[in-house]
């Protein structure tokens, strides 16, 4: 799951295929990797690949701001 994000996010908005531009904890709002409008499309990207529903209340940056942080939320989202 780390992979897929990371490739995502590194193909789609650093351009690359270079998983060492991309630290799994390298917050995507604090390096300028993404916006708002950035973040919207990365949830939506993880709602289709992973099969979860994000909730209004959890587009927050504590579950979405670094690959490590999404892995997170998308295993506290699937079922056990």
């Known amino acids: 799951m780390h992979d897929t994000i990371r490739a995502y996010i590194l193909e789609n908005y650093l351009f ?3 998983a060492a531009a991309l630290g ?3 917050s995507l ?4 990797i993404v ?4 973040m919207l499309e990365i949830i939506l990207f ?3 690949q992973f ?3 994000v909730k209004d209340e959890d ?3 504590e579950n979405f701001d670094s690959v490590s942080k999404i892995v997170d939320y ?3 989202q699937q079922p056990a």
């Open 16 to 18: 690359t295929d270079d």
């Open 24 to 26: 799994l904890g390298d």
């Open 29 to 32: 709002v604090g390096r300028g």
């Open 35 to 38: 916006d708002s409008t950035g």
């Open 46 to 48: 993880v709602e289709e």
């Open 51 to 53: 099969g979860v529903k």
């Open 59 to 61: 587009m927050v940056a």
């Open 74 to 76: 998308v295993h506290r």
